[in-house]
């Protein structure tokens, strides 16, 4: 971990923020601890996900612990980066916070006959974050749709039933991040039922931007993934039905409680009719380890069940030993 | 070359200088030449990326054949389902799915029939989703199930094959009961060399369900899936029953049982069955239509639990006399097409219309279909866009895209009995079918689809708005959404910036640099040139930076100071000016000119101060919320029980642009009933008073004015026309009443005032008027306040600028030769005259190439305009709102788009655009300039 990121993170574990419920979800004791192989060689290149950014860089730091003559290059800009990269053969690994659209998919398989490899390799609750000092606790999603979403009108947070009279009159300022991430695409899927963003939205290019700016002004609100919480934002409840509200937490994303949880993708371009090599196969495997596991929490995603590893690794053909 | 005539022999020029002098000629030739190349090469590079964009696509056959059905008694099918490459496709029939081959040694083979029907029930009635991959079925006990069908295939390698297999030919495919593996209904096929693939037919259905109490056999359904994975199901029965139904299916991401909530309406068909149901992807809409076109709109919104779902609209979609010939959804579920028998009908949403059904919202047809030879017989949605094949009862194949209205491409098919048509789902294979079972397939060629001149440059009718507009929202998360290419958001985004960029930098450019070239000791100005150059060394991520972070939180906190500034600063400047006058002669033509650089400074910083003391004051006189008004905004009103007291305006409802008059009567509306303040009596009064209190409501406040909070037009018209009148009387006494005044300095003081005085009279009569008319501003130049607004990057985007300008002008107004200035100074004019008068028109086309040299850098400005504003592609004047300009769009989005996509062609496109209007504005100007040059070389 460079010192940067060590600052980053430490100013995020200061602020207390969520850490003590992602924390609090334990790794699944049956996922393996990491043993380095033999000829592990070349170099790691990812290109995709910024919300996944941190991520990979974590894990590739993780990997450089075991083959310290292994290159790594991570390279964030955006969900919808990693595709063109796979095809174009720039890239070894693709992580998405979101699964491949058909016209996507279509392209890789028209380049090499068989579709991109899927791998879910940590979980991720997007929240909705506001300014600290705002009244609001929790949110539905069909009010989150009215907020978002161009069907609905132009709010002020009496809408959203905030009493709280300073509040109460003043129009709701709209963050998101901008459309090439994955992000963008899972939120408009699951929130506004697929429908498109009001204009009036200012797009930020990435997931901290989306939180410096709600925590720089009053009365805004938007959305990102629960990893980049600082002590100036809050992340709301959010209910299904207007009724029961559930925190972002490791627990509730697990149980699909909460509703705005996802997947964080890794794909790769694994052709079927030949073994992984080595330095793919042992990456994933790191990955899908205890060690690998460990990082996700680390940056405030919640870790895979046994499971769910175990079946990662059957679909690229790798016996998963545990 | 003075040496003439004596000398004997002239010195000859040798032949070092002439070759240098070829030397340089060739370079500078080639140089300018290769300019010139680059210049048109990019131009052509860029018409070269975007051409596709336009073309039109290509179809062509590629096989034909018929069905060898089981039996010659069965009965036609109803629908086809493709696989991705054209290899093989589902027969439906109510009976069964039959899986025929299309192509290889025996196109129209059938490998097997997957049966529908189960446990004794058979099938009514089923329904497909656009493009397939899911069908639902009804069955004649009144039971629904829905679920998913298609091919699965998979890439192998060729040991994985039985042994007849391996030995394919490229292109050939093998059932795989004829390569010996009798257990699998599949096939292999050999698309590549070194490629084999095997795929099978999949069906995976639910078990079957009731919806609702009626065991009536299901005559109609319908079933949709939206990107939420919410399901959506309406059926109407024989007992002349209908019933709609949401399905919730969650599945934890940690594992375990997906989680299914269904909730189940009534539908409320009034004892008429319908002919065939429609429930929208969004389920907000079930539509029943009959054969005559004629439809029900059923409005799922705001229904209870425990009342069945009213009928909101009725109306025809065909003409009169026509019959349904066919229909079917769009990708997305939002768009129904609609055929008639006459050659009528078109693509038909739901949309947001004050005049339309009960519940606000209205079908509409939004876009034509294309006009064939014949009525359309069937519809094949595509499965990834709005692309769709139309196959008409004359045999004419068409496929369009229905967004962007751009026919792909016809042909014919030959068919004597045309009766269904499907797309492959990736949109590249066109299946035609006639009732007899014999088929066509058609390899396609779409190209890009979306894209055309009128989606790209004009109004479009998307799903779900009420009106056609220009929208720009280039990407979603999945295929379903509607593409929204339109640059004109960009276009306006980027003249925008550049206008209101301008405004600020050029007066302020061109004034500094007539400062410092005419009024400033030299040896100042050679401090001073270089400093304010510097500024241009400022990498404008940097001022991006700054703009956002510092100066917009800054200006959204000051802002009535800021706008006081603008009226201030200036009034200042003219005060110190007339001060300066009053001093004696004798002392100011002693001191130096950086001792009156100091002055300005001091006089600017006196501006300031006074900026920030006027400007709390200013907000207090014209920005004041009236004790209505924050009554309203504390919640205490009361309905207004007689409505024909409220103004005409009012009496059909309140349109958007209305809402803003209804704020100084002291009255509001909420779902089209209106609400007087009203003084709060006894406890409530207090609970009133101490919201007021703690929201600030009853105190002065520009930004909650321009929201629409309260207040009339008046103090906006007032403020924006202030300038201009005052400025105006000022000039006006000058010219016509200055004899009045004398030479007193007093008097012309007075004078001043007295007309500025007038001039603001003047406006607060003219914002009176204009408001009396009903207009506001807060609808055109100004609105509802954004923190990452336009003003704001004017503001840093003209400090980018300003170094330009001004060392460009600097430079024009030095090189005027000094015999002019000392003629007009030596018959007799002061040096103010001599710099406007003389100076500026002599330089006039250098400042002009100044200024537009400006403007070329501010058209094409990237970093400021993406980093300090929220890159919000809006179309509107508001100068406190934000924008999107095109370079900024290309930067944001260029790393997303896959090459050669439409979207990547699309960012070309942008600077296709962006080229063309930095070219049109460099060639303007540098037509300007040379008109301006021929003028001032006359002098």
Known sequence: MNPLMRLCLGVVLAGGFMTGDARAQSLDPDLPVYEAAAGVDGTIKSIGSDTMNNLMTGWGDDFRAFYPAVKVEVEGKGSSTAPPALIQNQANFGPMSRPMKGKEIDAFQKQFGYEPTLLSTGIDALAVFVHKDCPLDEISLDDLEQVFSVNGPDMTWADLGVSDPAWRNEPISLYGRNSASGTYGFFKDNALAGSDFKSSVKEQAGSGGVIQAVGNERFAMGYSGIGYATANVKALRVSLDGIDAFEPTAENSLSGDYPLARFLFVYINKDPRQALDPLREQFIRLIFSRRGQDTVLKFNYIPVPADIAREQLEKLGLEPGF | ?939
């Open chain 2, 1 to 939: 070359m003075t040496e003439t005539g004596s000398t004997p022999a002239r010195r000859r020029t040798t032949a070092s200088v002439h070759l240098w002098d070829r030397t340089a000629e060739l370079v500078i030739t080639a140089g300018g030449l290769t300019v010139l190349g680059a210049v048109l090469a990019i131009c052509v590079y860029l018409f070269y990326e975007v051409a596709p964009l336009f073309s039109q696509g290509e179809i062509e056959e590629t096989g034909r054949g018929a069905v060898v059905t089981d039996s010659a008694a069965s009965a036609p099918a109803e629908g086809l389902i493709t696989d991705e490459f054209g290899e093989a496709a589902f027969w439906m029939r109510p009976s069964g799915a039959v899986v025929t081959l299309l192509i290889g040694n025996e196109p129209g083979r059938v490998l097997t029939t997957l049966p529908l029907a189960a446990n004794g029930k058979s099938v009514t009635v089923w329904s497909m989703r656009p493009g397939g991959q899911e069908i639902a079925l009804g069955f004649d006990d009144g039971t629904v199930t829905y679920g998913a069908i298609g091919f699965d295939w998979r890439v192998v390698s060729p040991d994985q094959l039985p042994e007849a297999a391996r030995s394919l030919e490229v292109g050939q495919i093998m059932t795989l009961a004829d390569a010996g593996d009798d257990r699998s209904p599949g096939w292999v096929s050999r698309p590549r060399e070194d490629l084999f693939r095997v795929s099978e037919p999949e069906l995976e259905l639910r078990r079957p369900f009731r919806v609702g109490r009626s065991e009536s056999p299901v005559v109609a359904l319908d079933y949709q899936v939206n990107a939420a994975g919410r399901r959506v199901l309406a059926v109407a029965r024989e007992d002349r029953t209908g019933a709609f139904a949401q399905i919730r299916e969650s599945r934890p991401l940690g594992g375990g049982a997906p989680r299914v909530r269904t909730t189940v309406w009534d539908l409320d068909l009034g004892g008429v069955t319908p002919d065939s149901l429609f429930v929208s992807a969004d389920g907000a809409d079930v539509l029943a239509l009959d054969g005559d076109g004629a439809v029900r709109r059923f409005g799922t919104g705001g229904v209870a639990r425990d009342e069945a779902i009213p009928v909101v609209e009725q109306r025809s979609l065909l003409r009169e006399g026509e019959e349904l010939t066919s229909m079917g959804w769009l990708l997305g579920a939002q768009t129904l097409l609609v055929a008639g028998s006459d050659g009528g009908g078109g693509a038909w949403f739901v949309a947001p219309e004050r005049a339309g059904g009960t519940d606000g919202r209205a079908l509409v047809r939004a876009h034509p279909l294309p006009v064939g030879d014949g009525a359309y017989v069937a519809f094949g949605p595509a499965a990834s866009d709005r692309l769709v094949a139309g196959l008409t009862d004359a045999g004419a194949l068409l496929v369009w895209h229905q967004t962007s209205d751009k026919l792909i491409a016809s042909t014919q098919t030959g068919a004597s009995d045309p009766a269904l048509v499907a797309l492959s789902p990736r949109g590249d294979l066109v299946l035609g079918a006639s009732s007899d079972g014999g088929f066509s397939l058609f390899g396609l060629e779409a190209g890009h689809t979306e894209a055309s001149f009128k989606s790209v440059f004009a109004k479009v009718h998307y799903e779900n708005t009420p009106a056609p507009a220009w929208v720009y929202q280039s990407s979603a998360g999945s295929d379903a959404a509607e593409p929204k290419l339109s640059l004109t958001p960009l276009i306006w985004g980027t003249l925008k910036a550049t206008l209101f960029a301008m405004l600020f930098a050029v007066p302020v450019a061109v004034l500094a640099a007539l400062y410092s070239s005419e009024f400033m000791s030299p040896e100042l100005h050679k401090v001073v040139k270089p400093a304010l150059e510097l500024m241009a060394s400022l990498p404008s991520v940097v001022l991006g930076f700054v703009a956002a972070f510092v100066v917009a939180p800054i200006a959204a906190e000051h802002l009535s100071e800021l706008i006081a500034g603008a009226f201030v600063l200036p009034v200042v400047a003219v005060i110190g000016a007339t001060a300066w006058q009053a001093i004696p002669g004798r002392i100011t033509r002693r001191v130096g000119s950086g001792f009156r650089l100091v002055i300005i400074g001091i006089a600017m910083a006196v501006g300031i101060a006074a900026s920030l003391v006027i400007g709390p004051i200013g907000e207090a006189v014209l920005f004041t919320p009236t004790r209505e008004a924050a009554l309203v905004g504390a919640g205490s009103v009361e309905p207004v029980a007689d409505a024909s007291g409220l103004p005409a305006f009012t009496q059909d409802g309140v349109a958007e642009e209305e809402r803003l008059r209804l704020a100084p009567l002291g009255l509001t509306e909420i779902d089209g009933l209106f609400y007087r303040a009203v003084e709060p009596t006894g406890e409530a009064a207090a609970e009133v008073e101490s919201a007021i209190e703690a929201g600030g409501l009853a105190e002065p406040s520009m930004r909650r004015w321009l929201d629409g909070a309260f207040g009339s037009a008046t103090p906006g018209w007032f403020l924006l026309l202030l300038a201009p009148t005052a400025v105006l009387a000022v000039i006006m006494a000058k010219r016509y009443a200055s004899r009045m005044a004398g030479d007193s300095l007093v008097a012309d003081a007075l004078l001043t005032l007295g007309a500025a005085i007038g001039g603001a009279g003047v406006a607060f009569a003219g914002a009176w008027v204009l408001t009396s008319m009903g207009l506001d501003p807060r609808l055109s130049i100004i609105g509802p306040f954004d923190q990452r607004n336009t003003l704001v990057v004017a503001i840093i985007m003209g400090f980018a600028v300003i170094p330009i300008i001004y060392t460009i002008s600097d430079d024009a107004m030095r090189s005027v030769p000094e015999s002019l200035r000392s003629a007009s100074l030596g018959a007799g004019a002061t040096p103010w005259q001599t710099a406007v008068r003389v100076v500026l028109p002599v330089a006039g086309s250098g400042v002009f190439s100044a200024c537009m040299i400006g403007l070329g850098r501010a058209v094409g400005e990237t970093m400021i305009v993406l980093m300090a504003t929220g890159n919000t592609p809006e179309m509107e004047l508001n100068i406190f709102s934000g924008f999107r300009t095109l370079a900024a769009n290309i930067a944001v989005e260029l790393p997303e788009a896959p090459k050669g996509g439409t979207h990547y062609r699309i960012l070309f496109l942008c600077g296709l655009v962006l080229f063309t209007m930095t070219f049109v504005i460099n060639t303007t100007a540098e037509a300007v300039r040379q008109r301006f040059r021929k003028r001032s070389a006359a002098l």
